[in-house]
Nanobody
Framework: QVHLVESGGGLVQPGGSLRLSCAASGSFFSIDVMGWYRQAPGKERELVASITAQHVTNYAASVKDRFTISRDNVKNTVYLQTNSAKPEDTAVYYC????????????????WGQGTQVTVSS
């Protein structure tokens, strides 16, 4: 099992910045992809950004050039730096990771954090 602990959410003014963190702990062999999703009221959960173990990144078009995802493979932690925040970024942000339970496992286990609220408002 893998346990995810998110932190860093809160209230930010338009144009401001926040840094989200998600630390993973538990039993696994390796972590493959780490990512952040978000869900606004009345909307479906959507991918914000993801990063592979080799640090290859992928961003939603709506956040590209404003948000930066990074990870620390030693600390098993993923970060999301949110700059130039907009009201439409308001949502619950969820950490996600896909972990290989043992070295020769042919599949990846999927885990979610509990979510952290980000509100962009003046």
């Amino acid at each position: 099992q893998v346990h995810l602990v998110e932190s860093g959410g809160g209230l930010v003014q338009p144009g401001g910045s926040l840094r989200l963190s998600c630390a993973a702990s538990g039993s696994f062999f390796s972590i493959d992809v780490m990512g952040w999703y978000r869900q606004a009221p009345g909307k479906e959960r959507e991918l914000v950004a993801s990063i592979t173990a080799q640090h290859v990144t992928n961003y939603a078009a709506s956040v590209k050039d404003r948000f930066t995802i990074s990870r620390d493979n030693v600390k098993n932690t993923v970060y999301l730096q949110t700059n130039s925040a907009k009201p439409e970024d308001t949502a619950v942000y969820y950490c996600n990771l896909k972990a290989r339970p043992y070295s020769i496992s042919p599949y990846l286990d999927n885990y979610w954090g509990q979510g952290t609220q980000v509100t962009v408002s003046s």
